[in-house]
């Protein structure tokens, strides 16, 4: 019996190692929260497209909106962690304190959830494809796969979505309505903005002059 799940735990561990080195080169078939956004919504808006496609506008606001210090830190943003769970202890409102590196590691490789075991998870993957991968692969993987909508997942289908046009092609401003409606794409819609919505998509904007790609 101990000898069997010792398999197991091998094969799994290999199969990880597989699909670990396989994303440095491409895009997954799907993810578990994609198929959740199909059994949901009953669709899977997605068009998977290369880093240089992307357009550096949303490439900049999704930066001001999620992560600012994405280009210089290790996969983990230690003070926005500590200000988080300073936050979460005071009774407030959940704040998360994840990286995009975090939030691509969960996307990719894990399930939606807050649970020690899937946190525990993601640290370990983070910290694998900070090793494995580049800064520029991990943005990549995550303006691809992260879900932006309805049923709407990644940066192309979302720029198609909302504003009927490629994401290289997005304004300042219409790239700055995509990321607005992070982390909670499901309540937020850029096609009829609170005014929660509004103030954050200004301030992202202001953000914007301050993010460099490099």
């Not at 080195?21 to 899977?44: A, D, K, M, S, V």
């Not at 590691?105 to 899937?118: D, E, M, T, V």
């Not at 520029?136 to 049923?151: K, P, T, V």
Request: no cysteine; proline share 3%; hydrophobic share 40%.
């Amino acid at each position: 019996m101990w000898k069997k799940f010792k398999q197991i735990i091998f094969i799994v561990l290999i199969l990880n190692v597989i699909f670990i080195i396989w994303g440095r080169f491409f895009n997954p078939p799907i993810t578990i929260t994609q198929i959740g956004g199909l059994f949901e919504y009953g669709r899977l808006q997605r068009d998977y497209i290369s880093y240089d496609q992307m357009g550096n506008n949303v490439k900049k606001a999704i930066i001001a909106s999620e992560d600012q210090k994405f280009f210089i830190h290790n996969g983990f943003d230690y003070i926005a962690i500590e200000k988080a769970m300073k936050n979460n202890e005071k009774g407030k409102k959940l704040r998360g304190g994840s990286t995009i590196s975090q939030q691509t590691a969960k996307n990719i490789f894990l399930w939606q959830g807050r649970s020690w075991i899937r946190k525990g998870l993601e640290v370990i993957y983070t910290f694998i494809i900070e090793k494995v991968w580049n800064k520029d692969i991990i943005l990549e993987r995550y303006l691809n796969s992260i879900e932006m909508g309805q049923g709407v997942f990644g940066v192309e289908a979302a720029s198609q979505y909302y504003f009927g046009k490629s994401s290289k092609n997005l304004t300042i401003s219409e790239a700055a309505w995509i990321a607005a409606v992070l982390p909670n794409p499901k309540k937020y819609d850029p096609k009829n903005p609170s005014s929660y919505l509004r103030k954050k998509h200004s301030w992202i904007m202001r953000q914007m002059g301050n993010v460099s790609l490099k």
